[in-house]
């Protein structure tokens, strides 16, 4: 599975961005896609995560600010972030779940005071 993801890059604080992931290769139906982000010196945490089957996850930084969705057709998964905050500047990593883990490349987001 490959992922390759669009979006991000300087926003102000309050401003908006979407992020997008799409999934090619061989793909099993059932699998989860999202967001997981990382600043330097830490761990990478999740984001956001949403199942084939519609099951989503927020990290609780994000809720109400974020929303993830995906078009199951086109395998690709998005990431609509409103109201940033400078503490959301991170590089955020799309994430892909079936029977193996995978990464996509990061996208840096920087969110200015």
């Known amino acids: 599975v490959q992922l390759q993801a669009s979006g991000g890059g300087l926003v102000q604080a309050g401003g908006s961005l979407r992020l997008s992931c799409a999934a090619s290769?061989?793909?099993?139906?059932?699998?989860?896609m999202g967001w997981y982000r990382q600043t330097p010196g830490n761990e990478r945490e999740l984001t956001a995560t949403l199942t084939s089957g519609g099951d989503i996850k927020y990290a609780d930084s994000v809720k109400g600010r974020f929303t993830i969705s995906r078009d199951n057709a086109k395998n690709t998964v998005y990431l609509q972030m409103d109201s940033l905050k400078p503490e959301d500047t991170a590089v955020y990593y799309c994430?892909?779940?079936?029977?193996?883990?995978?990464w996509g490349q990061g996208t840096q987001v920087t969110v200015s005071s």
């Open positions: 290769g061989t793909i099993f139906k059932t699998n989860i």
């Open positions: 994430y892909f779940f079936d029977l193996t883990k995978y």
